[in-house]
C-alpha cells in the first residue's frame, strides 16, 4: 500500500467466497420483474436492443439552476419572503397618481436588495456549475473496438461500455467488475465519497470473467447482465450475467460505485451499468434538512407585527383623511384651499370621500412601507457568511495533530450556538479519543497488565484511595514500567509476558494460542516499510488495530497477507527463537452487530483445522463447551473489573474442526453467499451460528478509549454555563457511568435513578420466550421505575441533592413510545446528567427528537460517526468531530470541530456573541426603521394626511441602503460586548443567550419605543424649532424641502450616534462605517443637489444655499441629536448601575479593575439562575456544602452538650 493516507479495510465478502456458478433457485424469479428491468448489453452499447431502452447519459448536474431557469426560480425564492412581495406591490403601484414618489425611487432599493441576492445565488450555483464541469470533463479509457482503449471524458461514457480505471482514480459510473490486475479479480475500493467510510472495501469479479486480464481480451466480449432498477441503496445489488449461454449471480461483491475511488490495484476492467443521475451517488444526493434557528422564525413574526402596525396607522390616517376631505368644502367655503376641493380629482373630492379614504389607504401603506426594513435579510445574510468566517479562521480551533481546523458548514444557525440548552453527546470518539490502546488481558484465568486508565484515576479519587495520589506523584508501580518509547495503540506493562517471558508462565500454551488468535483473527493489512522493515497495518477499526499491534509486541508478528494465507513471526517457546509460520485463510465470518463477533478458519502448517474466534461476552460464554470453561469464572471477575475501569472487553476461544463438518459448513456456506434473496445475510448467520459453537475459552482483552484532551474541563464549563448534558452511548452501563466519573458528569454523592430490564421477573419471563408477556411486563416495569424516580425527585424537592438518570436500551425502547415518553422526558430534564446505554442509531436520534420538541428549547447533537447522522440531523444543531470514524458525521453536520473541548470556546465565545450581535443588529434594524418611518407619519399627521412625503424621493430610497447600512454590518460582525477570555472566565454570561434576555418581546417592543420616542423628538424639535422663525439673513421662512432635509439629517446622525452609544467594541471600521455614512449624507447632498432641478428635484442646491449658511440648522440638528440620545442613554446608565445584566456585571469589574479579585468574581458567578450540578467545579462545591453541613452539625451538638 504505497502512498496516501492508509484505511481500514473491511472483507465483507471475500477471498474464500466461492464467487463461481451458483443455482439461482427461486431467487431468480425476481430478475425481470417489477423493480428488475434493466439490461445491458455489455461491450455493445450502440446495438438496436440497447437504443430502444434510452438510458440516461453520464452528465451530472448538481446545480440549482440552469440559463433558463435562473431568474424565473431565484426570483420566485426571493418572492418567498412576504416583506420582498410587499415592496413589490408597493413598487408597481408607484407608477399610478397614487404614488408619494416615483417609481424609479421605489423599485431601486427592491432591486438592489433582491439583485444583491440573486448575485449570491448566482456565485454559489456557478461554483457548483465549474465542478461540475470539472467531475463531467474527468477523463477514462473506453473499449473502441477491435481491443482498442481510448481516452474519454465521463460524461461521454453510455451503459454497456466497457471501460478501464488505473488505480488512484475515481470510478466514472457504476460499474459491474470484470476483472483487476491481480490474477484472482480483487481490486480495493475507498468509499469515503459515498459513506463517509475510511476503511476500504475488497471486491471480486465472477470466476468466469477474471482471465480478461489485457485490453485486447475484450476485441470479441459480449455479456447480457440483468439487473434491478436504479435505487439509493449502497449495500445492496441483485442482478445476473448472462455469458458464454450460462446465467451467473451478480452481488454487491461485483459492484463498483461511481466516486468511490480504486486503491492499491494497478487497474480494473468494468462495464457501466448506470450512469448520471441513475447511479446510486446521485440517487443518495438528497439536501439536508433545512433548518433555521429561533430568532430568524421570530423575526418573521417581528416582521408581521410591522405589517399590523402599518395597516393599523394607514387605517387610522384614511379615517382622519377621510373625515377631513369631507368636511373640506361647506356651503362653499374651502378649509384646505390649498387642495382646491372644488376642482380636484377623486383623490380629495368631499364628494367621493370614502373612496378618496380607500385610496388614500393605499397611499398610505406605500409611504409607511419604509417601517418594514427592506435589506434586514440580505444585511443577515451577509454578517452570517462573516461570521462563520470567523469562526473557520479561529487558531484556538485548529487542531494541529490532524491539520484540521473548526469547519462552519452553513451560516443558517450561527446565533443558535448562543442558545443552546441542551448537548446530547456520542461517547466513543466524541468524549473519548476512538484511539484504543491495549492495557489488559486476562488469559488462563490470570490477569495481566499493570497500567491505571483514566478511569481508574477517577475511582480512586471518587473512594478517596491512596491510589489516586500515588498516581499523581508518578509512584505507582514504578518499578515495573518498561523504559522503552510507547508504541501507538499499546500501552502494556506487566514483566511477567513482556520480552518473551511469557513462555515462563505455568500456562503458556494458552498464552501462546491467545497471542495467536490476537495476530490471526482480524481483517488487517500490513505494510512493511522497505527502509527500515518496521510493519504498520491498516485495520476495520482502532481497537483491532489495538490486538495486532499487541500481538506483534508479544512476539507474534503478522507481517503478511495473501489471498488464501497469513504469515506471522511467532515466538517458538522451546527455541526462543522467532520463526515464521504461515496459515491458509479458508473463511472470514465477518463481524456485524447482530452477531457480536467475528471468526476465521485456518489451516495450520501441520494441516489441523481451526476456528479462532472473537466477541463480546455476552454472546461467547454462551458458546463455549462443556470442556472449554476451564477459566469462565475467574475470566468472567476480570471483565467485570475491566468494565469498572472504563475499557472495553473482548473475549477470546477456539476450537478445532475435523474435516468432514468443515467440508459440509463450507458448502452451505459459499451456497449461502451467491444467493441473490434478500434474505441473503440472514441465510450467512444461520450457517455460521452453527460453527461457531462448543469453543474453548482462551481469556479475554481490554483496551482504553481515553479521554479527549480536555474533556472535564469543557464539560465544567457548560455546565457552569447552564448547559444541560446528556450522553447517548452504545457502550454498556457500566463502561459509560465510569466514563461519567472520569468526565465528572457524574460525582459521588450524585443520587443514581437506573432504569433496567433486568429485574428476575423479566429474566425469567425471557426464558420462557412468551413475546407479548415480555413487552407488556416490560413496558409496565419501565413506567413503574420512571414513576418510582419522580417519586424520589419530588421528596428531594428543596434539598441540594443532585440526580442522574442512567438508562438502558431495552427500558429505551419503552420509554420512548408515545404514551410513556413524557413522562420520562419530564425525569430526564429534571436530573442533572442523563446517560443512555447500549443506544442505537435510531433511539438517538429519537431521544433527540424529543427532547427538541419536548422542552422547545435548543439542543445540540454532537458525534463522530456515521451512527451519530441521525442524531446530528434531527438536532437544532449538529456538530460533528472530524476524528478517526470517517466523515460520513462531518458531512451530516452543521458545524464540524476536531475535539469535544472546542464546543466550549465555539458556544461560549463564537456563540455568544453571535447571538448578542445578530440579536442586536436586528433590534437596531426596527429601531431606526421606526425612527424614520414615524417622521413620515407624525409629518403626515401635521399635513392633514394629505398623503405629502416629508422627504426627497431619493432620500427615502437611499436611507437603508447607503446611510444607515454600513454601520449595521459592522455591529454584526465585530461588536463584542465583553472579550473572549472573560466569556471563558464567567461561563454564566451564556445563560443571557440560553433565556434569550437579548432578543425577548419586552427588548425588542423597547427598541421599537426607542425608535418612535426617537421620531417624535427629531420632528416636533424640528418642526417647532423652525417652523415660525426667519432661517436666513433676508428672513424667509422655511419650505418642506428645507424642513424635510433638517429632519432628514437629524435622522441621520441620531440613528449613527445611537449606534455607537450601543457598540461595546470599537475598533476603526467601526468609526469609518459610522462617521463615514453621515459624511456620505452630506456628500450626497452636495452632489445630488448640484444636479438639474429635473432630477434633484426639492433637493436643488438646498443644502449649499439654504441649510450650509443657516446657523440653525446646525444648532437644531446638534440640539435634537443630543435630544433624542438622552432617553436610552439615561435608561441605560439606570439599568448598568442599579439592574446590571450578566454582561454589564462583567463590564463593571473589568473597568474597576477587579476582573482578578476572587471575591468580586464569585459573587458575579452567584447571580447564576440555574445551578451548576456537574463538573468538578460542581464537585468542589459538593464537597464544600457536605463540610459546612457537618461543621454546622458539630457546633449544634457541641451547644447542646454545653445546655
Known sequence: MNGGRRRKLRFSKIYAFSCGRSSFKEDHSQIGGPGFSRVVFCNDPECFEAGIRSYSNNYVSTTKYTLATFFPKSLFE?????????????????????????????????????????????????????????????????????????????????????????????????????????????????????DGETNLKLKQALEVTSGLHDDSSFRNFKALVKCEDPNANLYSFVGSMDFDDQQYPLSPQQLLLRDSKLRNTDYVYGAVIFTGHDTKVIQNSTDPPSKRSKIERKMDNIIYFLFSVLILISTVGSIFFGIATREDLKNGKMKRWYLRPDNTKVFFDPKRAAIAAILHFLTAMMLYGYLIPISLYVSIEIVKVLQSIFINQDVQMYYEETDKPAQARTSNLNEELGQVDTILSDKTGTLTCNSMEFVKCSVAGTAYGRGVTEVERAMARRKGSPLAQEIENGEHDEEHVDKKPLVKGFNFKDERVMNGRWVNEARNDVLQKFFRVLAICHTAIPEVVEETGKVSYEAESPDEAAFVIAAREFGFEFFKRTQTGISLHELDPESGMKVERSYKLLNILEFNSARRRMSVIVRNEKGQLLLLCKGADSVMFERLAKNGREFEDQTREHLNGYADAGLRTLVLAYRELDEREYGQFNEEFNEAKNSVSADRDALIDEVTEKMEKDLILLGATAVEDKLQKGVPEC??????????????????????????????????????????????????????????????????????????????????????????????????????????????????????????????????????????????????????????????????????????????????????????????????????????????????????????????????????????????????????????????????????????RFCLKFPLLYQEGVQNVLFSWLRILGWMFNGICSAIIIFFFCTNALEHQAFRKGGEVVGLEILGTTMYTCVVWVVNCQMALAISYFTWIQHVFIWGSIILWYLFLLTYGAMSPTISTTAYKVFIEACAPATSYWLVTLFVTISALVPYFSYNAIQMRFFPMYHGMIQWIRYEGHADDPEYCQVVRQRSLRATTVGYTARAEARATSMRERIHDRTEQVREIGR
Request: charged share 20%; glycine share 6%.
Open 78 to 194: 426571493q418572492f418567498r419572503r412576504v416583506a420582498n412581495v410587499y415592496f413589490l406591490v408597493a413598487g408597481c403601484l408607484a407608477f399610478t397618481p397614487l404614488a408619494p414618489y416615483t417609481p424609479v425611487s421605489a423599485l431601486l432599493p427592491l432591486i438592489v436588495v433582491i439583485g444583491a441576492t440573486m448575485a449570491k445565488e448566482a456565485v454559489e450555483d456557478w461554483r457548483r456549475n465549474q465542478q461540475d464541469i470539472e467531475v463531467n470533463n474527468r477523463k477514462v479509457k473506453v473499449h473502441r473496438g477491435e481491443g482498442n482503449f481510448d481516452h474519454t471524458e465521463w460524461k461521454n461514457l453510455r451503459v454497456g461500455d466497457i471501460v478501464r480505471v488505473e488505480k488512484d482514480d475515481f470510478f466514472p459510473a457504476d460499474l459491474v467488475l470484470l476483472s483487476s490486475s491481480y490474477e484472482d479479480a480483487i481490486c480495493y475500493v475507498e468509499t469515503m465519497n459515498l
Open 715 to 980: 464539560i465544567d464549563k457548560l455546565a457552569q454555563a447552564g448547559i444541560k448534558i446528556w450522553v447517548l452511548t452504545g457502550d454498556k452501563m457500566e463502561t459509560a457511568i465510569n466514563i461519567g466519573f472520569a468526565c465528572s458528569l457524574l460525582r459521588q454523592g450524585m443520587r443514581q435513578i437506573i432504569i433496567i430490564l433486568e429485574t428476575p421477573d423479566i429474566l425469567e419471563l425471557e426464558k420462557a420466550g412468551d413475546k407479548s408477556d415480555i413487552t407488556k411486563a416490560s413496558k409496565a416495569s419501565v413506567i413503574q421505575q420512571i414513576n418510582d424516580g419522580k417519586s424520589l425527585l419530588t421528596s428531594a424537592n428543596g434539598s441540594s441533592d443532585a440526580f442522574a438518570l442512567i438508562i438502558d436500551g431495552k427500558s429505551l425502547v419503552y420509554a420512548l413510545e408515545d404514551d410513556v415518553k413524557n413522562m420520562f422526558l419530564e425525569l430526564a430534564i429534571a436530573c442533572a446528567s442523563v446517560i443512555c446505554c447500549r443506544s442505537s442509531p435510531k433511539q438517538k436520534a429519537l431521544v433527540t427528537r424529543l427532547v427538541k420538541t419536548g422542552t422547545s428549547k435548543t439542543t445540540l447533537a454532537i458525534g463522530d460517526g456515521a451512527n451519530d447522522v441521525g442524531m446530528l440531523q434531527e438536532a437544532d444543531i449538529g456538530i460533528g468531530i472530524s476524528g478517526v470514524e470517517g466523515m460520513q458525521a462531518v458531512m451530516s453536520s452543521d458545524i464540524a470541530i476536531a475535539q469535544f473541548q472546542y464546543l466550549e470556546r465555539l458556544l461560549l465565545v463564537h456563540g455568544h456573541w453571535c447571538y448578542r450581535r445578530i440579536s442586536s443588529m436586528i433590534c437596531y434594524f426596527f429601531y431606526k426603521n421606526l425612527a424614520f418611518g414615524f417622521t413620515l407619519f407624525l409629518f403626515e399627521a401635521y399635513a392633514s394626511f394629505s398623503g405629502q412625503a416629508a422627504y426627497n424621493d431619493w432620500y427615502m430610497s437611499f436611507y437603508n441602503v447607503f446611510f444607515t447600512s454600513l454601520p449595521v454590518l459592522a455591529l454584526g460582525v465585530f461588536d463584542q460586548d465583553v472579550a473572549a
